[in-house]
């Protein structure tokens, strides 16, 4: 069904009144929106995906199906989650204390993976906490992010390791005439790169 501001929320699916909705974002069917997330305008959240006590959105993200975004995980505009991902928030997790009581919330420090502007995390990867993808990164599927990806960073593997450049249009890019130098093929953006960072030229 649809609400005030274009806000769609099917009936099949479970979403706090507590939670914050933007205008014109949907969740769909099966999919779970806990207390004090944060979705911006614009994002879609699929069929079973999970989105996290106080997990913050901002707009235009999409949030594919089944895909686990725990607290408290940060998701910068334009960010791309794929199918079955999962965002992980503990460290070190056991499920009971060392002297066998069962933990508690109490028990345990929740840290999340923050993703930048326009990256895009792959079907089936997992990133695990405390992480924080760059911008316009792209995580290849079925990877596992254990570090810190660079902004523009092509990632892939387990542990996912950098395998190349990406461009915004998430085209990799091709190596220019100049040594350092990196262009994209689909949009003709010339990049930069010094000590494993990548920068993108002024127009």
Same mark, same amino acid.
């Given at each position: 069904m649809t609400g005030r501001?274009?806000?769609?929320?099917?009936?099949s699916a479970d979403v706090s009144p507590e939670a914050v909705v933007g205008t014109g974002s949907s969740v769909w069917h099966l999919a779970q929106v806990r207390e004090h997330a944060?979705?911006?305008?614009?994002?879609?959240?699929g069929r079973g995906a999970y989105? *996290?006590?106080? @997990? $913050?959105?901002?707009?235009?993200?999409?949030?594919?199906?089944?895909?686990?975004?725990?607290?408290p995980a940060r998701l910068?505009?334009?960010?791309?989650?794929?199918?079955?991902?999962?965002?992980?928030?503990?460290?070190y997790p056991r499920a009971i204390n060392p002297d066998g009581t069962q933990k508690s919330g109490d028990?345990?420090?929740?840290?999340?993976?923050?993703?930048?502007?326009?990256?895009?995390?792959?079907?089936r990867a997992t990133c695990v906490a405390p992480v924080t993808i760059g911008a316009w990164a792209t995580v290849a599927? *079925?990877?596992? @992010? $254990?570090k810190d990806v660079p902004s523009y960073a092509l990632v892939a593997g387990t542990?996912?390791?950098?395998?190349?450049?990406?461009?915004?249009?998430?085209?990799?890019?091709?190596c220019g005439v100049e040594a350092g130098s990196w262009e994209c093929?689909?949009?003709?953006?010339?990049?930069?790169?010094?000590?494993?960072?990548?920068?993108k030229e002024k127009a």
């Open positions: 501001d274009g806000v769609k929320i099917v009936e944060k979705l911006g305008d614009n994002c879609i959240i989105i *996290g006590t106080g @997990v $913050v959105m901002e707009d235009n993200c999409k949030v594919q199906n089944y895909a686990l975004v725990y607290e910068a505009d334009g960010v791309f989650i794929g199918p079955a991902v999962v965002l992980t928030n503990d460290t028990d345990w420090e929740p840290v999340g993976v923050t993703i930048e502007r326009g990256a895009s995390i792959g079907a599927a *079925g990877a596992v @992010v $254990v542990p996912a390791r950098r395998i190349g450049w990406v461009g915004e249009s998430g085209v990799p890019l091709v093929p689909a949009t003709g953006a010339k990049f930069l790169e010094f000590d494993d960072v990548l920068q």
